[in-house]
């Protein structure tokens, strides 16, 4: 009898140990339980377009500014005014045009096309000598876009200077990025017209042209195109 009961028994003991081994291995399993959540991400990227170009020269049709010769202002007679044999000049009834700079290219970037003169130079340089005794006197008339510049009415070179650097400043503008810069309004770029008339002043002319020392005038004339933040 106690044979058959420990016979019994012995189930009975491994059936409570097989529970208690499940329910310590539940126990262990959720104490070392945690949340996993996972994400990932990628990026690509290529450097961003400029294609800028300059397009720059000194006049459409003559390639020059100041000239030698200059057509006569006389329609149909093919006459020309030769000035000068080995420099190029400037004279009542003559004009021209320093230019153009224009620019193109759509740039994936926001720019500054500025305009101005090459490091260490002016716009417009008279030199000293545009003097009349001790008055200044200039007849030149400058076209800065819609910009009109009259010489005649500045009692100094630095003050005329000044003006047409300030109308060449004027012409600075901002552009989002992705502007095509053909289609923009730089796009047929900035040009200094210069024009003397025939008569201004007769009498003052003439002095200039008389002058030991002759008046000189440069031009200069630059474009940039920078990325902006």
Request: hydrophobic share 45%.
């Amino acid at each position: 009898m106690n044979f058959m009961m420990k016979k019994g028994v012995f189930p009975r003991i491994a059936a409570v140990l097989m529970i208690l081994t499940l329910l310590s291995t539940c126990v262990i399993s959720g104490t070392f339980a945690k949340y996993v959540t996972e994400g990932s991400t990628t990026a690509t990227a290529r450097v961003a377009k400029w294609g800028v170009t300059i397009a720059a020269q000194a006049d459409d049709s003559t390639g020059n500014a100041f000239l030698k010769e200059y057509a006569a202002d006389t329609e149909g007679t093919g006459l020309t005014m030769s000035v000068s044999a080995d420099t190029a000049v400037v004279a009542p009834g003559t004009s021209g045009v320093l230019g153009t700079v224009g620019v193109s290219g759509t740039p994936e970037v926001a720019v500054m096309v500025t305009f101005g003169a090459p490091d260490s130079k002016q716009v417009l340089d008279l030199g000293d000598n545009w003097m009349v005794g001790a008055d200044f006197y200039c007849p030149l008339i400058f076209t800065v876009g819609e910009t009109k510049i009259d010489g005649s009415t500045y009692e100094s070179a630095e003050e005329l200077e000044e003006a047409v650097a300030t109308a060449i400043v004027d012409k600075n503008t901002y552009f989002e990025a992705g502007k095509d810069l053909s289609t923009a309004e730089v796009a047929g770029g900035v040009t200094i017209a210069w024009e003397w008339p025939i008569s201004v002043n007769d009498t003052n002319d003439t002095a200039l042209g008389n002058a030991e020392t002759p008046a000189t005038i440069t031009l200069n004339l630059s474009v940039t195109v920078e990325q902006v933040d």
